[in-house]
């Protein structure tokens, strides 16, 4: 039973009644660890890192100047990689742990922090993955903002030479094949080159519809007839094809053969020729090209097959190497092509160059 007169600490949880304590001791050893718990400062960083560059680090030892220990939030964590965000979740907590390794920072947890549909009640998502929080570190006014709301104290980042230290710019200099490495931590820049982020930075090529009206155009001036047979587009370039009116005029058949025994038996593609050279080659595109054309009595086949990922890619051969076949009764040809971009984006991006490869053509 509690005295009456007895001694109240107050803490976040608001009052704890130490009589509750049946000693002297055990009561100093409570006061003692509550102490230490609150005087540990924690605070949380949130960003995109995309990638992880020189003005993060810098920031990150600024907080550390002031605060005990830091969590750092890898924000939209859950996206698939797409041009602007060409690295997962995954990928950036690896950049920014092998960072703190290598540079013996302490005290720094790194978390993944996925988006919400809700905008408004994200920040309490937040607070509810994470562990416990007082201050929140940002660039953001949007998401500081946010923080404020909910009663966090919050910190506006310095911003240190932003024209150079950005994402942005950093993405585009790979791509544009300019100097970059000054302005990553040097991890940063071993980590992104073992992963081929100067491929993974070309820019997606854009499917228009007027790619398909062009080959609609060019392939009834010429009376031509097409059958396609296709394997890592699925049947995207048969649905782009028959997307204008008119197109059963010049459009014969479209066979979809994504697997090795298709290949065989449907376009008298050579077995021991995918044994030797693989399903995605030069050699098995032609075939496929000529098998459907002359299967199905065309002026032109056309075929696809490749790697579209997320798997299957080789160091030969990776993901996103997509191989054209176009058969004519004069020439059997094909076009190798090297694509960024998730698997979606490779089957789309390998369709609109199959029909702009054959509008080339056509137009000769």
């Known amino acids: 039973m509690a005295k009456e007169n007895a001694p109240y600490i107050e803490t976040d949880l608001k009052y704890i009644n130490l009589s509750i304590f049946s000693s002297e001791y055990w009561r100093a050893i409570f006061i003692i660890n509550l102490i230490t718990f609150q005087s540990v400062m924690t605070s949380l960083f949130i960003g995109r890192f995309q990638p992880f560059h020189k003005g993060h680090l810098k920031a990150i030892e600024q907080i550390l100047e002031d605060r005990d220990s830091l969590m750092i939030g890898v924000g939209s964590a859950q996206r698939k990689r797409k041009e602007n965000d060409p690295l997962s979740g995954g990928e950036r907590i690896t950049m920014i742990k ?3 390794e290598s540079r013996d920072l302490k005290n720094i947890e790194v ?3 996925p988006d ?3 905008h408004p009640a994200w920040p309490y998502y937040v607070e509810a993955i994470l562990p416990r929080f007082d201050r929140v570190y940002g660039n ?4 500081l903002n946010l923080f404020e709301k909910i009663g966090h104290e919050t910190r506006k980042l310095e911003q240190i030479n932003r024209d150079e230290y950005s994402g942005t710019e950093i993405r585009k200099r790979i791509r544009e094949g300019r100097k970059w490495k000054g302005l990553v931590p040097e991890e940063v820049a071993d980590y992104l080159e073992e992963i081929d982020m100067k491929e993974r930075s070309k820019p997606i090529i854009e499917v228009k519809s007027e790619t398909e009206k062009d080959i609609a155009h060019l392939l009834t001036k010429n009376d031509k007839t097409i059958a396609t047979a296709e394997s890592c587009t699925g049947g995207l370039v048969s649905n782009r094809l028959t997307n204008v009116p ?8 479209g066979l979809v053969t994504y697997s090795n025994r298709a290949k065989t038996e449907l376009l008298n593609v050579d077995e021991k020729m995918i044994d030797k050279k693989g399903a995605v080659s030069s050699e098995v595109a032609e075939q496929m090209a000529e098998g459907v054309r ?3 009595n065309t002026d032109i086949g056309l075929s696809t097959t490749g790697i579209a990922g997320p798997g299957g890619g080789s160091e030969e051969k990776p993901v996103g190497t997509v191989y054209i076949g176009i058969s004519r009764e004069e020439k059997t040809e094909n076009i190798l092509f090297q694509f960024s971009g998730e698997r979606e984006k490779v089957k789309e991006q390998a369709s609109e160059k199959a029909l702009k490869s054959l509008i080339d053509r056509l137009e000769d």
């Open 98 to 100: 092998r960072v703190l």
């Open 111 to 113: 978390y993944p922090v």
């Open 116 to 118: 919400i549909e809700c």
């Open 140 to 143: 953001s006014e949007v998401v």
């Open 246 to 253: 008119g197109s059963s005029d010049y459009f014969i058949a």
């Open 294 to 296: 002359k299967d199905r």
